[in-house]
């Protein structure tokens, strides 16, 4: 089903800078609103349940899962995330522009079910940078970091499936690239008939 908002997917591997920049948008655009995944690993730093994700047990996870209630989830890092159907059709019906951090797997899930969705991909500029920003979150043993930058290069290879990729550089850059994708797609013919069908109807433009 067509729905008036759109459906902006993002995928990058661990600190590349993902949460930042769409944290980022969201503060800039407040259109464009947060489909909160669930998880069943445990909070980190200030993050709280219901904001950044909705923390469940393997128990609640498994019997969503068999309601299926999910369009996609995945095993991440030892973890399972999940990403609620109802939760985005809800927010696009509504108007809203929704968007999805998630890993490659679910990415690609999720544009079988919403074929519209944009997939946006978040790269770092060097691997030299991706380690030591990893690094400074100073959340993972070196053991974990290893897992993540191994785990990064499988997930960068997925980078071409994507409908864009942006380079995290400079945060400034890449941040005005993410708004420009969203801005150019709230454009495009199909999003703004989808978005303003009272004016086309009036003009008697059809798709």
Excluded: C
């Excluded at 043993?141 to 290069?153: C, D, F, H, M, Q």
Aim: hydrophobic content about 45%; charged content about 25%; cysteine-free.
């Amino acid at each position: 089903m067509d729905y008036p908002g759109n459906l902006f997917v993002v995928a990058a591997p661990s600190g590349a800078g993902k949460s930042s920049l769409v944290k980022a948008l969201q503060e800039l655009d407040s259109r464009v609103q947060p489909s909160v995944s669930h998880t069943t690993r445990a909070p980190r730093g200030q993050e709280k349940h219901g904001r950044e994700y909705f923390f469940i047990s393997e128990p609640e996870f498994d019997a969503m899962v068999g309601q299926n209630a999910f369009v996609e989830w995945a095993h991440v890092h030892g973890y399972r995330y999940g990403t609620s159907k109802r939760a985005i059709e809800e927010r696009m019906a509504q108007g809203a522009d929704v968007i999805l951090e998630i890993d490659v797997q679910g990415a690609a899930q999720i544009k079988k079910v919403f074929a519209n969705a944009v997939l946006i991909f978040i790269l770092p500029p060097s691997w030299e940078e991706l380690q030591s920003r990893l690094q400074r979150r100073g959340e993972d043993s070196p053991e974990v970091i290893e897992t993540r930058l191994k785990n990064a290069a499988v997930e960068m290879a997925h980078a071409r499936g994507f409908d864009f990729v942006i380079i995290n550089e400079l945060f400034e850059r890449a941040l005005f690239d993410i708004k420009t994708i969203v801005h150019a797609q709230r454009l495009k013919f199909a999003a703004q008939h989808r978005a303003r069908a009272d004016v086309f109807a009036a003009l008697n433009i059809t798709l």
